[in-house]
């Protein structure tokens, strides 16, 4: 398989834009937070999908704290998938092109250690 699957130049520009993107991202959701090992362990994983919680906040009774938490975090958990989502294809995207570079800068260094042994047994042949 042709480890030549694309050809990319940055510049410092580009790379300060999408740092200044990436920043903006970060200070647009100030109420993310990082989980250590043990407390991901911990957290009980409600599927925010499922029907029946689903049913839950459209039909429950209205007014009780727990019910308005509830509303308030599905829908939380609803934008921010959408930003999730997207992320993670990006995140895709950056992980196979840097993949493609590490492919195709090991074709080139063996394309150059070949040009380097023919080169030099070029230098030791009398003329």
Avoid: W
């Avoid at 699957?5 to 990436?22: E, G, P, Y």
């Avoid at 407390?39 to 727990?66: C, D, F, I, Q």
Wanted: aromatic letters at 2%.
């Amino acid at each position: 398989m042709s480890q030549d699957l694309l050809d990319i130049t940055l510049s410092d520009d580009q790379i300060a834009a999408a740092d200044a993107a990436f920043e903006q991202l970060v200070r647009a959701l100030p109420g993310l937070t990082a989980l250590t090992p043990d407390e991901r362990r911990g957290m009980e994983l409600a599927n925010a999908g499922s029907t029946e919680l689903r049913a839950l906040v459209s039909n429950g009774p209205g007014g009780t704290p727990a019910l308005e938490r509830l509303r308030r975090d599905l829908q939380a958990y609803d934008r921010l998938h959408s930003v999730f989502e997207r992320v993670h294809a990006l995140h895709a995207m950056l992980d196979d092109t840097l993949a493609a570079l590490g492919g195709r800068m090991e074709r080139s260094a063996l394309d150059a250690r070949a040009a380097a042994a023919v080169e030099a047994r070029s230098a030791d042949e009398p003329c």
